[in-house]
C-alpha cells in the first residue's frame, strides 16, 4: 500500500467525527451514529482504493452502508481490506461525555480477523509491557508486570475497565492491590490505543468489550510496537455458528497479535469527537468552520502523526449538506 493513504484515511474519519460531532448531547445516539456512518461513506468513495469492509456496521441486512462485504473506493489498486467504527461512543456523544472517535484500520487483504460483532475479552498494553503479558493469568500477575515493566508500583498504575456488572472481580482484583481505576461508560478503542502513547496516562486496559472493536485497536497497537492478547466469549450456539463462517474454527484460542492483525503493513487512523485521553474532540470555530485532533500511524513504517486541522465547511459540500438536515 502506498504510504499517501495514510493522509487519505485520515480525511475519512475527520468527516465523519465532524458530521457526528453536532449531535454531541443532543440525547440521539442513532442520528449522531447515521451522521458519522454518512459522512465516512461519502469520503471513501473518494479514495482511489479497491476496499472490501470486513468489520463495520454489521451485516448486509442490517446496515444500509459500510456493512460487512461492502465495496468501497473507486475500485483501483491497491486492494484493502477495512474495518470501521464511524462512532466508537454513541452513547458518549449522545450524552456529551468523553472519550468518543471516529476510527478506521485497513490493511492487505486478508490482513484483519474476520471478528464477529460478539463479546471479547481483552488486555492491552504499551510497548514496554509487550510480550510479558498473559491473558490467561491471574489479573493481579498481569497488574504487577505491568507495572514492572514500566517502572512504576502498582500504586501508580492506571487501569481503564468498562463499567459493567461482568467485570465487577477484575476491579476488585485491582483494588487489593492498590491499581488505579478509571471506570468507562464505553468505548474502549481509544483507551486500548492511548496504553501505548506516552503522555496519556493510561498503563493498560482489561475486560471484555466488543470483538470488532478489539481488532481495531489491535491494529492500532501493532503500529505503536504495543501488545491486546483477547479471546472471543461467544454467548451461545448461533454465536459459536457465526464465527465458524468467518473462518474461526476454535472460539475458546486466546488470540495473540498475529491472530488480530497480520503481517505488517497496516494504517490506522481516528478523530476525537469528544474529548478524550489520546485526542481532543471537534471544536467549532464559527463562521463555518471547525477544528478536528486525528492520529494516523502506520505500522511499516512505525510513522505516528497527529494532525490538527481547520475545516470550512462551505468547501465540503458533503458537511454542509448533511448539517443542512439537522
Given at each position: 500500500?502506498?504510504?499517501?493513504?495514510?493522509l487519505?484515511?485520515?480525511r475519512?474519519?475527520?468527516?465523519?467525527?465532524?458530521?457526528s460531532?453536532?449531535?454531541?448531547?443532543?440525547?440521539d445516539?442513532?442520528?449522531?451514529?447515521?451522521?458519522a456512518?454518512?459522512?465516512?461513506?461519502?469520503?471513501?468513495d473518494t479514495?482511489?482504493?479497491?476496499g472490501?469492509?470486513?468489520?463495520?456496521?454489521?451485516?448486509?441486512?442490517?446496515?444500509?452502508?459500510l456493512?460487512?462485504g461492502?465495496?468501497?473506493?473507486?475500485?483501483?489498486?491497491?486492494?484493502?481490506?477495512?474495518?470501521?467504527?464511524?462512532?466508537?461512543?454513541?452513547?458518549?456523544?449522545?450524552?456529551g461525555?468523553?472519550g468518543?472517535?471516529?476510527?478506521?484500520a485497513?490493511?492487505?487483504r486478508?490482513?484483519?480477523?474476520?471478528?464477529?460483532?460478539?463479546y471479547?475479552?481483552?488486555i492491552?498494553?504499551?510497548?514496554?509491557?509487550?510480550?510479558?503479558?498473559?491473558?490467561?493469568a491471574?489479573?493481579?500477575?498481569?497488574?504487577?508486570?505491568?507495572a514492572?515493566?514500566?517502572?512504576k508500583?502498582?500504586n501508580d498504575?492506571?487501569?481503564?475497565?468498562?463499567?459493567?456488572?461482568?467485570?465487577e472481580?477484575?476491579?476488585?482484583a485491582c483494588?487489593?492491590?492498590?491499581?488505579?481505576i478509571?471506570l468507562?461508560?464505553?468505548?474502549?478503542?481509544?483507551?486500548?490505543?492511548?496504553?501505548?502513547?506516552?503522555?496519556?496516562?493510561?498503563?493498560?486496559?482489561?475486560?471484555?468489550g466488543?470483538a470488532p472493536?478489539g481488532?481495531?485497536?489491535?491494529?492500532?497497537?501493532?503500529?505503536l510496537?504495543?501488545?491486546?492478547?483477547?479471546?472471543?466469549?461467544?454467548?451461545?450456539?448461533?454465536?459459536?455458528?457465526r464465527?465458524?463462517?468467518?473462518?474461526i474454527?476454535?472460539?475458546n484460542?486466546v488470540l495473540?497479535m498475529?491472530?488480530?492483525?497480520?503481517?505488517?503493513?497496516?494504517?490506522f487512523?481516528?478523530t476525537?469527537?469528544?474529548?478524550g485521553?489520546?485526542?481532543?474532540?471537534v471544536?467549532?470555530?464559527?463562521?463555518?468552520?471547525?477544528t478536528?485532533?486525528?492520529?494516523?500511524?502506520r505500522?511499516?513504517?512505525?510513522?505516528?502523526?497527529?494532525?490538527e486541522?481547520?475545516?470550512?465547511f462551505d468547501k465540503?459540500p458533503?458537511?454542509?449538506?448533511?448539517?443542512?438536515?439537522?
Amino acid at each position: 500500500m502506498e504510504r499517501e493513504l495514510a493522509l487519505e484515511f485520515a480525511r475519512v474519519t475527520e468527516a465523519a467525527a465532524l458530521a457526528s460531532a453536532r449531535w454531541m448531547g443532543r440525547g440521539d445516539k442513532i442520528a449522531a451514529d447515521d451522521a458519522a456512518t454518512t459522512a465516512m461513506r461519502t469520503v471513501f468513495d473518494t479514495l482511489h482504493i479497491d476496499g472490501t469492509v470486513v468489520i463495520g456496521e454489521g451485516e448486509m441486512d442490517e446496515a444500509p452502508m459500510l456493512y460487512i462485504g461492502e465495496k468501497l473506493g473507486t475500485g483501483q489498486a491497491p486492494e484493502v481490506d477495512v474495518a470501521v467504527d464511524p462512532l466508537e461512543g454513541t452513547n458518549i456523544v449522545a450524552k456529551g461525555m468523553n472519550g468518543a472517535i471516529a476510527v478506521i484500520a485497513a490493511g492487505e487483504r486478508g490482513c484483519l480477523l474476520h471478528a464477529p460483532d460478539m463479546y471479547m475479552e481483552k488486555i492491552a498494553v504499551g510497548p514496554k509491557a509487550a510480550g510479558k503479558i498473559d491473558i490467561t493469568a491471574p489479573v493481579v500477575d498481569n497488574l504487577r508486570i505491568t507495572a514492572e515493566a514500566n517502572k512504576k508500583s502498582i500504586n501508580d498504575l492506571t487501569v481503564v475497565i468498562l463499567d459493567r456488572p461482568r467485570h465487577e472481580e477484575i476491579i476488585q482484583a485491582c483494588r487489593s492491590v492498590g491499581a488505579r481505576i478509571k471506570l468507562i461508560t464505553d468505548g474502549d478503542v481509544s483507551p486500548a490505543v492511548a496504553a501505548a502513547l506516552p503522555g496519556t496516562g493510561v498503563d493498560m486496559v482489561m475486560g471484555i468489550g466488543g470483538a470488532p472493536e478489539g481488532v481495531l485497536a489491535a491494529a492500532a497497537l501493532k503500529c505503536l510496537g504495543g501488545e491486546m492478547q483477547a479471546k472471543l466469549k461467544p454467548e451461545d450456539d448461533e454465536d459459536i455458528e457465526r464465527c465458524k463462517k468467518l473462518g474461526i474454527t476454535d472460539v475458546n484460542k486466546v488470540l495473540l497479535m498475529d491472530d488480530l492483525v497480520k503481517g505488517g503493513d497496516v494504517f490506522f487512523a481516528a478523530t476525537g469527537i469528544t474529548d478524550g485521553d489520546m485526542l481532543r474532540g471537534v471544536q467549532y470555530r464559527g463562521k463555518g468552520s471547525a477544528t478536528t485532533h486525528t492520529v494516523v500511524m502506520r505500522a511499516k513504517t512505525g510513522t505516528i502523526r497527529f494532525i490538527e486541522a481547520i475545516h470550512t465547511f462551505d468547501k465540503k459540500p458533503y458537511l454542509n449538506q448533511l448539517f443542512s438536515q439537522k
